[in-house]
């Protein structure tokens, strides 16, 4: 059975607040305090997947048009590899170009090859290496993806733009 998607609700947090935990290892994982912060942006939107009423994954992005930042992206270890985090990405992806957002941004640690790579098979491509940038000792990739439909195309001399 495929897992549905809704916007996140206040009540979801204790178990948004585990899910992160056991995605991320201390320290990379965020506290209560900062996945509250996170949550309660007004620029910040949170999608979770269920399976069974479970909540086994979410994300949460914040958004300036036309950019928007990948907050988290977690898929529990049990649903990992079936489609969830691709299921959120797109969903999340539809709905930030539905309000303006043409390119987003994201880190992820360098050393996650699995993540590195789920993210390149998204369309999000290497900008910059963030130096220590998590536990002031974890080197990041700043990845970024223009959105389907909106790079500027060139013109021909004499056409009205």
């Not at 979801?12 to 509250?36: E, H, N």
């Not at 439909?149 to 009205?160: D, F, L, S, V, Y």
Request: charged share 25%; hydrophobic share 40%; proline share 6%.
């Amino acid at each position: 059975m495929p897992v549905t998607l809704r916007a996140h609700q206040p009540g979801d947090f204790a178990a948004l607040l585990r899910l992160d935990q056991s995605c991320f290892p201390p320290g990379i994982a965020y506290s209560k305090t900062m996945l509250r912060y996170f949550l309660k942006l007004p620029s910040a939107d949170g999608m979770v997947a269920e399976d069974a009423g479970k909540i086994v994954g979410f994300i949460l992005t914040e958004e300036n048009p036309p950019l928007a930042h990948v907050i988290t992206l977690d898929v529990a270890e049990s649903h990992r590899r079936q489609g969830v985090g691709s299921t959120l990405l797109a969903e999340s992806e539809k709905n930030l170009a539905l309000r303006g957002v043409r390119t987003i941004l994201l880190e992820t640690a360098t050393e996650n090859e699995a993540g590195v790579a789920f993210w390149q098979r998204h369309g999000y491509r290497i900008e910059a290496t963030l130096k220590r940038y998590y536990l002031r000792r974890i080197d990041a990739y700043e990845m970024r993806k223009i959105l389907p439909g909106t790079r500027k195309t060139a013109r021909h001399p004499g056409e009205n733009v």
